[in-house]
């Protein structure tokens, strides 16, 4: 099973989107909450080049935020990246 790390904040809807996704597929991921931490966040945002969150990895790999995970799904693609 792949490991999935998600970037939120607690006012963020979409990062509760992303995790409800998630959830219905089954899938535990890593959550780091990035509330009154600015500094990690300006960290994330330099090495990712996204402004929001939330920011989601698989496996390392920088997914995206909501709609992109929601696309890769809608695509079939994202099973098999979450089986790999």
Known sequence: M???KIYSKSY???CDRAKALFKSKGVSY???MLDDKDDEFMALKQKTGLMTV?????NDTLIGGYTDL????REGKL???LNS
Do not use: G
């Open 2 to 4: 792949s490991t999935v």
């Open 70 to 73: 929601a696309a890769l799904d």
């Open 79 to 81: 099973d098999p990246m």
């Open 54 to 58: 939330p920011q989601i990895f698989i």
């Open 30 to 32: 890593d959550e780091v």
């Open 12 to 14: 963020c809807p979409y």
